[in-house]
């Protein structure tokens, strides 16, 4: 086995924090509870990655963008649910008000309506 292939296999686990299990385990959930939102405010404020909600924040995830970052060399990755929710995300996080955005006609059908019936 090459290197790739070692850290494609290794990447993302962490079994000390999951009483030694190998595979981080799948995490479904859509709320997730904080003892105080004065407590929620300040993890933020303090740069941490909070959980607010199952989708975003859940261990499952965040292994999966640990692994992906590894691999890919880079500072931080994120995974989304759907392709839309990814598509919607770029543009969002790239588009500011009164721009302009060129799309193909063959793009994705979801992130076109996104595009001709919420970014207008």
């Not at 509870?33 to 859940?58: D, L, M, P, Q, T």
Request: glycine share 10%.
């Amino acid at each position: 086995m090459n290197q790739f292939s070692t850290d494609v296999i290794n990447l993302g686990r962490t079994p000390e924090r999951f009483d030694g299990l190998v595979n981080t385990p799948v995490f479904r959930g859509s709320t997730i509870v904080v003892n105080s939102f004065s407590e929620w405010e300040e993890f933020k404020r303090n740069g941490g990655v909070y959980r607010h909600y199952g989708r975003f924040g859940a261990a499952t995830a965040k292994s999966f963008e640990s692994a992906i970052s590894a691999l890919e060399g880079g500072a931080g990755s994120m995974v989304f649910p759907s392709g839309l929710s990814a598509c919607t995300h770029a543009l969002m996080a790239c588009v500011e008000a009164n721009s302009h955005v060129l799309i193909a006609d063959n793009i994705y059908g979801p992130t076109r309506n996104f595009a001709d019936n919420i970014l207008v």
